[in-house]
Structure formats: C-alpha cells, structure tokens
C-alpha cells in the first residue's frame, strides 16, 4: 500500500512538474546578478552624465563615453523580422552603428521574436534579472515602475540632446499617473487599425459608415468572395486592431484618458457597452467578415486578401509591410487603398480616427544607476536608438515615422503605395490611442477572451464589460 | 547476484544520486517554491507580499479554473476510452491470426507518439480549417457542404476536437504497452479456450481482459496524469479559444503568471492542479480497486 500511495505521488509530481518548474526563476537565477556592484557614488545627476553631451550618437568615433565593459540588450528585432520591416531594420541599423562607434563597450545582444520576447521578458522581471537595456512595452510601465523594476527617465529624457524634437505624445504609454517617465518610445510609429481594400471592388474611397458596407457586402458575397478578412485566433486582435478604435468613436477619447487616470471612466459604462454591441453585431450578425475569423490568425486573414478570396482585410501597420512585399508586381497592389474604419452609426465622436503610437520604448534597469560610467553609456544608447539618425533612416528607407520629427523626405524614390500609406498613416488621419499599449495585462487577457466569445454570440456585451471592469478593479 | 560483479555500495549510490538530485530539483524543489510563491501576492517583480490564503481563496472562486478542471476531466474521460479502449481493440486484432505483417501495424500504430504534441497541433489545425481542411473539403466531395463549419470556433464542439488528436497520438503508446502483456499470456490457454468454441469476442472478455487487468490499471493512471497535464497541442489548436471553451488547467495557469504575469496566484494554480491531479488518480485507483474487489467475489 505505501509502495502504491508513493507511485500515485511520483506520477503526479511529474504530472505536476510542467507549470510548478516555471514558478521557480528566482531560485535558478538568483546566481545570475549580471549588474555591477554598486559603487559609494550616488546616482548622477542628469546634466553631468556622459550621454547628455553634445557628441553622442552612433556615427562618429569615440564620443567621450567612460564606461568600457559588457552592456546588456534585449529586444525583438530580429533579422528575420527585419526584412521589409523598416522599424526592426532601423533598430538593427542603430544597434551595429552604435557598435562600431564604441568599440570599447561590449553589447551583449538577446535577440528573441516577439512573442518569445514578452514571456521572456516577463520571467526576467519576475525573477528582478532584467537585462540593463531593454524594450518596455507601454501596459507594464505603471506595474513595474512601481517594483522598481525600471528607471526612472524623466530627467534624463529633459536633459536629452533630442529633447526638443521629440513628439511628446508618444510618451503617454510610458508616463506613470505621477507624470514620470520611464522610457524612450522605440520603433516606428505605426498603426494597429487600418483597412486595405481593393478599389476595384470598394471603388476609390472606402465606405464611410457601416450601413454601407453592409450593403456593398451583398453583392460581393453573391460574387463568393469574403469582403472583410479578419483574424483573431490570438485573441489580441479584436482588441488592438478593432475595439480599440471602433469604441473611441463612441467613447471619446477622454473616457480612456479617464480609464488610465482612473478617474472614474468604467468599462460598463453604457458607451462602451454599445461599442461592445456593434461589434458583437458586426461579426456575429452580418456576413461582412470571414466566417473562420476567430479560428484564424491575422496572418492567415491576411493571406485572403492576398489571394483575392478577400476583397479587403483589418490588422495593423506590420501586415501592411508584409502584404506590401507580398503583392508587389500585382496589379492589386497598384488597386490597393487604405482606409480608417467606417463610423457606426449610433457612435457620436469622432469618425476617420485610427489608434496609433509607439507601443515600445527602450528602458533601462535601475541597477545600472549604480555606475555612472555604465548609465551613461546606456542612456548614450537609448538615445541613439530613438534619435533623429534612426528617425532619418526609417523615413529615407521607408517612409516612416519615429519618436523624432522625420527630415524632408524625398517622395520621388517611393512608389505610390508607400506615400499612400505614410499619409494615411501621419498626415490624414486622426489619431486616438492603443487600448492596450496602457493598463494592465491581467485586465486585457481577461477582456480578449470574453472579445472571442462575445463575437461568436455566446456571451452579452454586458457581462463582457462586467468581467472586464472586475479584472480592472482587481489589478489597476 | 555473485560477489565478484557486485559493484559496491557506494559505486551503486554515486550511479542512483544522479537522477534522484535530477528528480529533486526539477520535480520537488520547483513544488516547494510554488508552494511558497502561492501564499503571496507576487506581480512579476522583486516585490512579494504575503497575503496568506487570499490566492486560494480566489482560486476556489475562480469559475474560469474550474471550467478548465471540468475539461481536463473531459479529456481524462474520452482518452481512457480513446486512447486504451482503441489500443486494446487494435491489440486484439493484430494478435489474431487473419493479420499479416504485424511488424508494420505495430511501427505505424506507434508512429504518432513519436511526433511532437506542437506538430501534432499545427497538422490537426490543418484538418480542420474552414476553407482548405480536410473535413470540410470531404464534406464538399459528398455533397454535404451545408455541414461545413468553423470546427475550432464550435464552442460546444471544440473540446472534443482538440481531443481527437490526443486519442489519435497516444494510441500506439498503449498498444505496445497492451501488446507486451498479451504476448506474456500462456497460447495454450487460447487454444483451449478455442477448442471449447470460445469466439474472439468471449475469448477478449474473459480470457484476454482479466490477465492484462493490472496492465490496463497501469496504462488507466498514465493517461489521466497525462491528460490532466494537457497543454502543447491544445495551445496551438485553439489557446484556449474561442474564449475559454477549450482552457485546461495548466494552460491557465501559464496564462495567469506569464500573460497576466500573476505568479503569486498562477503558483496557486499550479498547486490546485496538483492537489487536484492527485484526488482524481487516487479516487480512480480506490474505484477501480473497489470494482476489481467485486469481481474477484
């Protein structure tokens, strides 16, 4: 009998093992501490660290920086990722300029694709090892500001040699309530909301309303083609690429600032609900988008417009550069337009809105804080990574945008697709924010699934925006 | 054993303490430290605050955990019939006389166990997508169309689907471990039970069953501590969607502390699901002792 009580045990102690080993980060790193010991000086003050100087930046040899050593980054800018994606290649650009120009400091790179990148980054933080330099996506920063887990930026951002040409905007994911910032918005501004449609089929301008694309979507279903291709199999998608829009249409933009605040905005609230109902009412009860559409992912969805079995497709700016390079030489790629998301027609604020931003910025671990030499050298980094030369070389490469202002470009090298979408994205547009660039990941994890369901019909607008509101109340 | 080739004690305890410190520090350390973890609010930072019983008490509360609990138990269910019911059928078959070739079922019968559960994911995803899959495009070649559908967005279907796979890996599993008891089993007393007009069926039931009850036993207490663990596959199929139709347990569990970065509570989970693996394979072993106890009467 012992013999069987200890067998039952062991078989469900290995049964057991799979979630349990992950429990134990802190316990297997705990060796691992990879930050200097810190020194008797205090913190610098910002205006007398190296990075501050007027010298600095990637392109020029030796700019002044003390700190010679190992300096730890990690980001999702694959090489793999970097083809066609003007951020990632800019990124990847900065980092080896940056290299070249301070042949003194090592930069020990972890380089993992992003979904990797945030269950990794994730451990790290739990287990207080985060590498020095890091990318800090904008729902955590209120969270791990508040375990110490970043440094806090503000005053170096001030003193920054690129203060002024920063668009300030795109620092309200990294802001805590408090009004501190923690990072430097990385990457190229893009969109997480746009429709790409055929014009062939749509005609020149999408529909503005609804109502219209209903009754454009009868004729071509009757074709046998999907008008909208959508996918949400991740679960993300219906929020960062459709709610998150469609609902500041009828919130206003004020209510989420409110939501951020916590100044008494809830998801219950009646507007959202309604936001919540049409879009329940949209995939649920019109034919409009792919019947697969919470089976498939956006990179499948995606996929339909490509092949013509879609004559339009909703995802954000990285589909746009896929479907770019996918469809070059076609002639729906001369027939491509883009277009904001068409209003409801119960919705009262604003119409032609898209949510843009910077949903990354390049964080610093406050252990580094410890050796002056070694913050200045990181913040030298952070600066170049997001600095005007990375601006520059995203907008004469790509046609995109930054944290800083974008030169002149010369429009003459682009074709009509790449101006196209740059106007739509910077120019044309108006902008509301990322839902889920803010907040908390705990509050979107519980609202993304209760999305999937809601779309299928199984589960009420209502109870949607209750369980949201219940997850919101209990980590933000 | 002769003395000569008795290795020392010692020579015998350095060969044993490697897997039992292996064993130690990936099984019961990592079970400690959740336990631990599980009494404190931990957000995945440095910070941890104690908070007593609040986790479990939340845990208790938690429908989403107990939904995923109910499916697991699901799982259990249709892979004991599955997966060993199956296994024991082709077991009986390839004994029979009538099959040729046997050598061949056996590797390819075994074959799916081999391939990676997240393989195994992507190739059933396959099977079921909604325009090139293969059920719906069979449903076309018969004339059937009006019964396509999204098969993974059927929330009252989707824990079956995502089962199937499951049942088709692990069957060859249990067919050798099936086959391996057969095989122990005395032919004579096959060919008596032939001669007394036994037909297969009588002879599965009361020659075959009874002698490899132990092993069945064995391969019952495999499969729910395998099914109660499910993960890989299902979290390709579907993550747990649409909503959380098709959540399990250690799923979960690792969306709670990795997505939500919840570890104090996704610790907690980890310990449910231990304490809830180890009531249901020990309520199973008393049934299934209380049953074989009948039927010796």
Sequence with gaps: ?476 | MPNAIKPKKSVLFAYLIIPVVIFVFAVFVPLVTALVYSFFQWKGGPVKTFNGLTNYITLFKDSTFWLSFRHNIFLVLVCIIGQIGIAFIFVLMINSKLVKLKGIHRTFGFFPSTVAAVSIGFIWKMIYDYNRGLINWFLDKIGRSDLQQVWLNNESLVMLLVAIPLVWQWIGYYMVILLSAISSIDQEIFEVAELDGANAVQRAIYIVFPLVKNTILVCITLCIAGNMKAFDNIYVMTSGGPGNASMVMAMYGYQVSFSQQNMGYGSAISVGIFVLSLLVIGGSQWLIGLMTKKSDV
């Design chain 1, 1 to 476: 009998m012992k013999k069987k009580v200890l067998s039952i045990f062991l078989t469900v102690a290995m049964a057991a093992t799979l979630l349990t080993a992950c429990g134990d980060k802190e316990a297997n790193n705990g060796g691992n501490e990879s930050t200097p010991a810190p020194t008797t000086d205090s913190t610098p003050a910002p205006d007398n660290n190296g990075g501050g100087e007027e010298n600095n930046g990637g392109g020029e040899e030796s700019n002044g920086l003390a700190y010679a050593g190992t300096l730890e980054l990690m980001h999702f800018s694959t090489s793999e990722e970097s083809q066609g994606n003007g951020g990632s290649d800019g990124f990847r650009t900065m980092i080896a300029n940056w290299k070249t120009a301070n042949p003194g400091i090592t930069l020990e790179e972890n380089v993992l694709a992003n979904d990797d990148y945030k269950t990794q980054i994730a451990t790290l933080a739990a287990a207080n090892d985060l590498p020095d330099v890091f990318l800090l996506q904008g729902m955590n920063t209120i969270a791990w500001a508040d375990q110490g887990l970043i440094l806090d930026m503000t005053d170096y951002i001030a003193a920054s040699p690129y203060a002024s040409d920063y668009n300030n905007s795109y620092f309200a994911p990294f802001t805590t309530p408090d009004g501190k910032i923690y990072a430097l918005p990385a990457l190229t501004g893009g969109t997480c909301t746009v429709i790409m449609y055929d014009k062939t089929v749509w005609g020149d301008e999408f529909p503005s309303t609804w109502e219209e694309v209903e009754a454009k979507a009868a004729d071509i279903i009757a074709e046998g083609k999907t008008p909208i291709a959508f996918g949400n199999s991740g679960q993300w998608q219906a929020n960062s690429c459709f709610i998150s829009t469609l609902a500041d249409r009828y919130t206003g933009p004020d209510w989420y600032m409110s939501m951020i605040a916590k100044g008494g905005a809830k998801f219950t609230d009646p507007e959202f609900v309604a936001a919540l109902a049409e879009t329940q009412r949209l995939f649920n009860q019109t034919e409009i988008f792919n019947k697969d559409f919470n089976a498939v992912s956006n990179e499948d969805a995606r996929e339909y417009y490509i092949d013509g079995s879609a004559t339009a497709f909703i995802g954000g700016n990285w589909d746009v550069s896929y479907v770019q390079a996918s469809l070059e030489g076609t002639d729906l790629y001369n027939n491509t337009g883009f277009a904001v998301l068409p209003q409801s027609a119960d919705a009262t604020h604003q119409r032609g809105s898209q949510n843009i931003g910077l949903g990354y910025g390049v964080a610093i671990n406050p252990a580094v804080a410890n050796d002056p030499d070694k913050l200045a050298a990181a913040l030298d980094l952070a600066y170049y990574l997001t600095g005007p030369d990375f601006s520059g070389f995203v907008a004469e490469n790509y046609a995109l945008g930054g944290l800083t202002a974008a030169p002149d470009v010369d429009w003459s090298k682009f074709d009509q697709w790449t101006i196209d979408f740059y106007n739509w994205s910077y120019v044309d547009t108006e902008t509301c924010e990322i839902y889920d660039s803010y907040l908390d990941g705990a509050i979107w994890s519980v609202l993304n699934a209760d999305l999937q369901a809601m779309m299928n019909g199984s589960m009420s607008p209502e109870d949607v925006a209750a369980n949201a509101q219940a997850a919101y109340e209990a980590n933000y």
